[in-house]
């Protein structure tokens, strides 16, 4: 056989070899694409679950926003009544007003801190009470009904199901923790525990970023995390941001609850010291931490200030490793919440707690949670 009639022969055999591994890779392209299109279709199939979620996520925040607008007008003790189907309807004429505004005058805080109170002022506080209320009924049914719709039109599987449940748990569980709060002020003390308005504060944080974690998960499913993967050290710093951030809200609501925003206005000293001459004035020492006001408003004043400290490195942690452009975009954005939320904080401070610095205060830690 000469060369020519042997490579003749073998050509058949080469063409077929090069063609192999093109038709496998052919084959595996096309089962990708098989798995995102369904990939795909699944999350079209679940877009309205998804919006749902989101608008979850939304109201909830809104309802944080009109809490904290009850708190700062002192409203929360304005319906002393827990009544789910009848308390929906507010006072419709003069004499209904007159009987609501007797009713109120029967409890501690008409008594001790409102007894000048006269209807017309009665009507715009018992307004940010009901209309919190109403927003959370509201609520309830948002999330209830299309749950039950998206049930029986199978549109969840199992996991996100089981965790649903959760989250309409935590729901139920946020509003017995609203009028758990509001009896707290309704025998002998005019004012709501701190402690039960930093669990009813802590409670709604939770159910927005589990609202929102949920969302993203069927958006987005499971891609979110690996793209983090290899970012263990970042991590760390993340873990540790988190803590703070616990803290420094737990502070914030038992700021809040004390009234500790309206004394020692000034910054960064207090009463021209830097720890408040008030600082250790109960007994045992530890229960300064907690129930001190001019205690409470340091640590949170000192615990902002390591966060803000801990976002800083953190970001610029993110930078000098060379980390994808998205975590350094994310990274930036933290900080910048956070360095408006903490001028904020201490703006809010200096003027006293005006009711609308107060809720913008607020606003501004949901959207950082948000972010985080």
């Known amino acids: 056989m000469n060369v020519g009639a042997f490579f003749s022969f073998i050509r058949p055999f080469h063409i077929k070899m090069q063609i192999r591994p093109y038709l496998k890779s052919c084959f595996y392209n096309n089962l990708l694409s098989s ?9 079209t199939h679940n877009r309205p679950v998804y919006i749902w979620l989101l608008s979850g996520v939304a109201l909830i925040s809104l309802m944080v926003i009109i809490g904290g607008i009850t708190r700062l007008t002192d409203s929360g003790l304005s319906m002393s009544d827990w009544n789910l189907l009848m308390g929906s309807i507010p006072p419709l004429n003069e004499t209904e007003w007159n009987q609501a505004f007797e009713h109120y005058q029967e409890f501690p805080q008409f008594q001790q801190l409102n007894a ?20 959370g009924r509201l609520i309830g049914l948002i999330f209830i009904i299309p749950f039950a719709y998206f049930w029986v039109k199978g549109r969840f599987d199992r996991s996100l199901l089981k965790r649903l449940f959760i989250l309409l748990f935590l729901g139920a569980l946020q509003g017995a923790m609203g009028w758990i709060m509001v009896k707290s002020g309704l025998v002998d003390n005019p004012y709501v525990s701190h402690y039960r308005l930093a669990a009813h504060l802590s409670l709604a944080f939770i159910l927005v970023g589990y609202c929102f974690w949920l969302a993203l998960d069927v958006r987005y499913g499971r891609t979110s995390e690996q793209g983090m993967s290899t970012e263990i050290p970042l991590k760390k710093w993340l873990l540790a941001i988190g803590i703070l951030f616990w803290i420094q809200l737990l502070y914030g609501a038992f700021t809040a609850g004390l009234d500790a925003g309206y004394m020692y206005n000034t910054f960064p000293k207090m009463g021209g010291q830097w720890i408040p001459p008030t600082f250790s004035s109960l007994h045992p020492f530890l229960l ?52 408006l939320q903490y001028v904020l904080g201490i703006t809010t401070l200096i003027y006293s707690v005006p009711i609308s610095l107060g809720v913008f205060h607020q606003a501004i830690a949901i959207l950082f949670w948000g972010a985080y």
């Not at 798995?35 to 999350?43: P, R």
């Not at 994808?324 to 930036?332: A, D, E, F, P, S």
Request: hydrophobic share 50%; charged share 15%; aromatic share 12%.
């Open 35 to 43: 798995k995102l299109l369904s990939f795909t279709m699944t999350k």
């Open 116 to 135: 000048d109170m006269n209807v017309h002022e009665f009507k715009q506080i018992f307004f940010w009470e009901y209309l919190h209320r109403m927003l």
């Open 288 to 339: 300064n931490l907690v129930e001190n006001p001019g205690a409470v408003q340091w640590v949170h004043r000192l615990s902002g200030t390591i966060l803000l400290c801990a976002v800083a490195v953190f970001w610029w942690r993110s930078r000098i490793a060379h980390s994808q452009k998205v975590l350094v975009l994310l990274t930036g954005s933290l900080l910048g919440i956070l360095c």
